[in-house]
């Protein structure tokens, strides 16, 4: 281990200097290196979280002078992903002279849009609120972090006392305000009046810390937030204790996951009651510790007190009154118990928004919780996609980590409502939301997918996830499934071993979509295989696994997801992928073609039956997806071009020639065809799309 890293309990420290070196004399890759490096520790800052600069001194391409830019985290951005097109490039001395016409706190907004007269680099991402507090501070290399313990002591009462306490006259500090301008103004204020310090504590927000260097600024906020880590421990260990103890005992981490994923779906349904939501589980050490503890019920009303944390995660969760050990298998009766628990929520978000609004705020935004606690069992987050939740979810766990430091050091205080009001409905927040890109069509949904380690149904899965579904990837093979489910990027997919002959594994998948991703909303049966023969030549077993996987397999498919569309009522899509040979007889097929009609006929029962529930049930009918498809590897090709009197190696361009429009079909063709039914005919259940160029002894009418 590298003796620097020895030097820290509490933070990672993750420079390499190998790394560095590789960079040269590059100021702005140096400190983009630097940014990512912090960003990979969640104690120090979450995703989305604090911001980080540099300046530098270039020409000017209108006047060849040497001038002053500063480089930093445009708006939206992440200091662990950081790139050169994610920050913005601006004058200092521009930036600097916008002192001259600041009219107030009350012309705040207005000196946001003045920033872009202030771009040196055209492009630029859009410069953040926070430009200026970076810009009015003279040094090369600035960090804004967000760490737990510094914010522990920011949100502590007494945080000025504190903040003595610990770095002595090293470090400053400033009370409680709104990111802009002015604060800005106050950083510059508290440097003058304290030269010579390493940095400043933000009230109830966070640090800044600085350097000559991009190294020298990393331990910089390295050493300051370890400090910060060790007094808190120690404070800890002296008070012997954390959140006053523990109140409730948490059921075995298999109990948690199982009632986890008995409830997801009924927490989802009540989420979704404006916009449908995606969810996330956490039952983490630091969660628990929390969540059973004495002081569960005084803090969590509190809120949160750094921006970063509520913006995400809302003012305050909503703490459920189920006992631990509650039967869940009564889903209308436990629905029952969490309605009015929903309804009050939303009843104190909407007085929390007449009180504190203001002529101009927007419109009020869905009142429904994101975080939801479970004592004894662990914590929900509810948001429009699987990021977004997760990262609500890390954001409470950091929020969480506040309170325990804050608590250990004083006593912890959150910011006042109208302060938080003012940030969630701040103009400018407002319009940052307004920009953010047109949500896809399958956005919010769950799809789970059969056979979707390959050939269609991982076309199938794609397809969905293109369109913003996130997947759930099931077939029987798990190395194939890893290898599928590393395609797509994080929080897209996740998988589940399936064999969609035996119901305890299906009820598996089913578990795994819901404990990952709040429950299921689409379901594609495109797992199967297919038996070319003659009749003396089909065995029974032939017979009963064609029968099991395609048949029996949709059944329970379709039985189980019933079961979880009716917990989060938002209806739902189950899409059967049959097969053109249900509908036309051909020879060398009894099984295969018998199999795939009973698909085709129980979609009928199906969407009959489940309409009520607002389920649409319907076919897609491929014929003759040779390239790119599992089903035509071995056996069955080989039967269907003896059947057909030709090689395997002429079967693509044979069933290209027999169909109408003389095309060849493809796996995409397929997922084609189901995405219509999800993303385009809503109004349409127990119908058949046939995805085969045109057969006409195939059609259905």
Same mark, same amino acid.
């Given at each position: 281990?590298?003796?620097?890293?020895?030097?820290?309990?509490?933070?990672?420290?993750?420079?390499?200097?190998?790394?560095?070196?590789?960079?040269?004399?590059?100021?702005?890759?140096?400190?983009?290196?630097?940014?990512?490096i912090?960003?990979?520790?969640?104690?120090?800052?979450?995703?989305?979280g604090?911001?980080?600069?540099?300046?530098?001194?270039?020409?000017?391409?209108?006047?060849?002078?040497?001038?002053?830019?500063?480089?930093?985290?445009?708006?939206?951005?992440?200091?662990g992903?950081?790139?050169?097109?994610?920050?913005?490039?601006?004058?200092?001395?521009?930036?600097?002279?916008?002192?001259?016409?600041y009219?107030?706190?009350?012309?705040?907004?207005?000196?946001?849009?003045?920033?872009n007269?202030?771009?040196?680099?055209?492009?630029s &991402? @859009?410069?953040?609120?926070?430009?200026? /507090?970076? %810009? =009015?501070?003279?040094?090369?290399?600035?960090?804004?972090? !967000?760490?737990?313990?510094l914010?522990?002591?920011?949100?502590?009462?007494d945080?000025?006392?504190?903040?003595?306490?610990?770095?002595?006259?090293?470090?400053?500090?400033?009370?409680?305000?709104?990111?802009?301008?002015?604060?800005?103004?106050?950083?510059?204020?508290?440097?003058?009046?304290?030269?010579?310090?390493?940095?400043?504590?933000?009230?109830?927000?966070g640090?800044?810390?600085?350097?000559?260097?991009?190294?020298?600024?990393?331990?910089?906020?390295?050493?300051?937030?370890?400090?910060?880590?060790?007094?808190?421990?120690?404070?800890i260990?002296?008070?012997?204790?954390?959140?006053?103890?523990?109140?409730?005992?948490?059921?075995?981490?298999?109990?948690?996951?199982e &009632? @986890?994923?008995?409830?997801?779906?009924? /927490?989802? %349904? =009540?989420?979704?009651?404006?916009?449908?939501?995606?969810? !996330?589980?956490?039952d983490?050490?630091?969660?628990?510790?929390?969540?059973?503890?004495?002081?569960?019920?005084?803090?969590?009303?509190?809120?949160?007190?750094?921006?970063?944390?509520?913006l995400?995660?809302?003012?305050q969760?909503?703490?459920?009154?189920?006992?631990?050990?509650?039967?869940?298998s009564?889903?209308?009766?436990?629905?029952?118990?969490?309605?009015?628990?929903?309804?009050?929520?939303?009843?104190?978000?909407?007085?929390?928004?007449?009180?504190?609004?203001?002529?101009?705020?927007?419109?009020?935004?869905?009142?429904?919780?994101?975080?939801?606690?479970?004592?004894?069992?662990?914590?929900?987050?509810?948001?429009?996609?699987?990021q977004?939740?997760?990262?609500?979810?890390?954001?409470?766990?950091?929020?969480?980590?506040?309170?325990?430091?804050?608590?250990?050091?004083?006593?912890?205080?959150?910011?006042?409502?109208?302060?938080?009001?003012?940030?969630?409905?701040?103009?400018?927040?407002?319009?940052?939301?307004?920009?953010?890109?047109?949500?896809?069509?399958?956005s919010?949904?769950?799809?789970?997918?059969?056979?979707?380690?390959?050939?269609?149904?991982?076309?199938?899965?794609?397809?969905?996830?293109?369109?913003?579904?996130?997947?759930?990837?099931?077939?029987?093979?798990e190395?194939?499934?890893?290898?599928?489910?590393?395609?797509?990027?994080r929080?897209?997919?996740?998988?589940?071993?399936?064999?969609?002959?035996?119901?305890e594994?299906?009820?598996?998948?089913?578990?795994?979509?819901?404990?990952?991703?709040?429950?299921?909303?689409?379901?594609?049966?495109?797992?199967?295989?297919?038996i070319s023969?003659?009749?003396?030549?089909?065995?029974?077993?032939?017979?009963?696994?064609?029968?099991?996987?395609?048949?029996?397999?949709?059944?329970?498919?379709?039985?189980q997801?019933?079961?979880?569309?009716?917990?989060?009522?938002l209806?739902?899509?189950?899409?059967?992928?049959?097969?053109?040979?249900?509908?036309?007889?051909?020879?060398?097929?009894?099984?295969?073609?018998?199999?795939?009609?009973?698909?085709?006929?129980?979609?009928?029962?199906?969407?009959?039956?489940?309409?009520?529930?607002?389920?649409?049930?319907?076919?897609?009918?491929?014929?003759?997806?040779?390239?790119?498809?599992?089903?035509?590897?071995?056996?069955?090709?080989?039967?269907?071009?003896?059947?057909?009197?030709?090689?395997?190696?002429?079967?693509?361009?044979?069933?290209?020639?027999?169909?109408?429009?003389?095309?060849?079909?493809?796996?995409?063709?397929?997922?084609?065809?189901?995405?219509?039914?999800?993303?385009?005919?809503?109004?349409?259940?127990?119908?058949?799309?046939?995805?085969?160029?045109?057969?006409?002894?195939?059609?259905?009418?």
């Amino acid at each position: 281990m590298n003796t620097l890293a020895k030097k820290f309990k509490y933070v990672d420290y993750l420079w390499d200097n190998e790394k560095a070196e590789s960079l040269g004399d590059d100021q702005v890759a140096l400190f983009l290196y630097r940014s990512n490096i912090l960003g990979a520790d969640l104690r120090i800052t979450n995703y989305g979280g604090g911001n980080t600069s540099c300046k530098t001194i270039e020409k000017d391409p209108l006047t060849n002078a040497e001038v002053e830019v500063m480089w930093v985290k445009g708006s939206g951005g992440d200091i662990g992903t950081l790139t050169r097109s994610g920050i913005a490039g601006l004058y200092t001395n521009r930036l600097r002279d916008l002192k001259n016409v600041y009219g107030g706190l009350e012309d705040e907004d207005r000196m946001v849009g003045l920033f872009n007269h202030c771009i040196y680099d055209l492009d630029s &991402k @859009a410069p953040s609120i926070d430009t200026p /507090l970076h %810009g =009015l501070l003279p040094f090369a290399h600035i960090d804004h972090l !967000h760490p737990d313990a510094l914010i522990a002591v920011a949100a502590a009462k007494d945080s000025e006392k504190v903040t003595k306490e610990i770095w002595g006259d090293s470090m400053g500090w400033v009370p409680w305000q709104r990111p802009g301008f002015d604060l800005g103004l106050q950083l510059e204020k508290c440097l003058n009046d304290n030269p010579g310090i390493r940095g400043i504590v933000l009230g109830s927000h966070g640090l800044f810390t600085w350097g000559d260097t991009s190294y020298e600024c990393y331990m910089n906020s390295l050493e300051v937030i370890e400090m910060a880590s060790e007094y808190i421990e120690n404070k800890i260990k002296e008070k012997g204790s954390v959140f006053d103890g523990q109140k409730v005992q948490s059921l075995a981490k298999e109990a948690r996951t199982e &009632k @986890a994923a008995q409830l997801m779906p009924l /927490l989802r %349904g =009540l989420c979704s009651s404006e916009n449908q939501m995606i969810g !996330h589980f956490s039952d983490s050490d630091v969660v628990l510790e929390f969540i059973n503890s004495n002081d569960l019920e005084r803090l969590a009303p509190m809120g949160t007190s750094c921006p970063d944390h509520f913006l995400r995660t809302k003012i305050q969760p909503l703490v459920l009154t189920l006992d631990a050990n509650e039967d869940l298998s009564d889903s209308e009766a436990v629905l029952a118990k969490l309605e009015p628990a929903f309804e009050q929520y939303r009843k104190e978000y909407a007085d929390y928004y007449n009180t504190c609004k203001k002529s101009n705020s927007p419109a009020m935004r869905d009142p429904n919780p994101v975080i939801i606690i479970y004592p004894g069992v662990g914590m929900f987050s509810f948001s429009k996609d699987k990021q977004t939740t997760r990262v609500a979810s890390e954001f409470y766990i950091n929020a969480i980590n506040v309170m325990r430091g804050a608590e250990a050091i004083t006593s912890y205080t959150s910011l006042p409502r109208q302060e938080a009001f003012d940030i969630e409905y701040w103009l400018l927040e407002e319009a940052k939301l307004q920009r953010m890109p047109k949500e896809k069509p399958l956005s919010r949904k769950v799809a789970l997918v059969t056979g979707a380690d390959g050939g269609i149904g991982k076309a199938i899965a794609d397809k969905l996830a293109a369109e913003g579904a996130v997947v759930v990837l099931t077939d029987i093979n798990e190395q194939s499934l890893i290898e599928a489910n590393a395609t797509y990027k994080r929080d897209v997919s996740t998988y589940a071993i399936c064999d969609v002959t035996d119901t305890e594994s299906i009820a598996s998948a089913y578990k795994k979509a819901c404990l990952e991703f709040g429950g299921v909303d689409i379901v594609v049966h495109s797992a199967g295989l297919a038996i070319s023969k003659a009749l003396e030549d089909t065995t029974d077993k032939d017979w009963n696994i064609l029968q099991n996987i395609l048949v029996k397999g949709q059944f329970d498919l379709a039985k189980q997801f019933s079961a979880i569309t009716r917990k989060q009522n938002l209806g739902g899509d189950f899409i059967s992928i049959a097969s053109k040979n249900g509908l036309v007889a051909g020879p060398n097929n009894v099984a295969y073609g018998t199999a795939k009609a009973a698909q085709q006929h129980m979609v009928r029962l199906l969407a009959a039956e489940l309409a009520k529930d607002k389920v649409r049930v319907n076919t897609v009918n491929p014929d003759g997806v040779i390239v790119g498809s599992k089903i035509w590897e071995g056996a069955w090709a080989e039967g269907r071009a003896k059947a057909n009197g030709i090689t395997v190696e002429e079967l693509p361009a044979f069933y290209a020639k027999r169909n109408l429009l003389n095309e060849i079909i493809t796996p995409a063709d397929i997922a084609n065809g189901v995405f219509a039914f999800v993303g385009v005919l809503d109004k349409s259940t127990g119908n058949i799309i046939n995805v085969d160029g045109g057969m006409a002894n195939a059609f259905v009418r």
